[in-house]
């Protein structure tokens, strides 16, 4: 009967020790196939651009003032080396409109938000961006998500920026590997 409840314990004690040593490699090749993930995960991807304005538009829905509902719209042929590249296409509807009034020798400050929904055509594919911004004029700088693509682009995220100026300025789109 002793030789049994020995042979119970010897058994116990190796089933632990085993448990023991198959999780401990189980983190072991996990934490290497994590970190090797992560030296394979692609970087960020960053496209820059000049932009010249084509053409664009403020629609006014009410009063010649900034109003919610007012369209600004427009495009940009979008360069690279002097070769063009591309070209954006975007359309703003404001969303918020908040006046402050003019104090002396001041002249009045209007705030304002627009929805802005924007598509760059590039020869390997279109990049769809959009967000709520501080844009009040056709043109005008903005940040927006990335939101989608097709062609090389197809899944993309990450941001579109656009800066400089109303007639001329630079986009920027950084790209992210999705998760």
Do not use: W
């Amino acid at each position: 009967m002793r030789f049994r409840v020995q042979q119970r314990r010897a058994a116990t004690r190796t089933a632990a020790v085993g448990t023991v040593a198959a999780v401990t490699l189980g983190a072991i090749v996990t934490s290497g196939a994590a970190s090797s993930r992560a030296a394979d995960a692609p970087a960020n991807e960053t496209l820059q651009f000049a932009a010249v304005s084509v053409q664009s538009i403020r629609l006014n829905v009410g009063a010649p003032a900034a109003t919610i509902g007012d369209r600004l719209v427009f495009s940009h042929t979008l360069t690279k080396a002097d070769k063009t590249e591309g070209l954006s296409g975007v359309e703003c509807i404001l969303t918020s409109v908040t006046n402050s009034k003019a104090k002396a020798k001041q002249k009045a400050a209007t705030s304002a938000r627009s929805h802005c929904v924007a598509t760059i055509v590039l020869t390997d594919g279109q990049i769809a961006a959009q967000g709520l911004t501080a844009l009040t004029e056709p043109g005008g700088n903005f940040e927006l998500a990335v939101t989608g693509g097709t062609g090389r682009f197809t899944g993309a995220a990450g941001t579109l920026r656009k800066g400089g100026g109303k007639d001329k300025g630079t986009y920027t789109i950084t790209l992210v590997p999705r998760r």
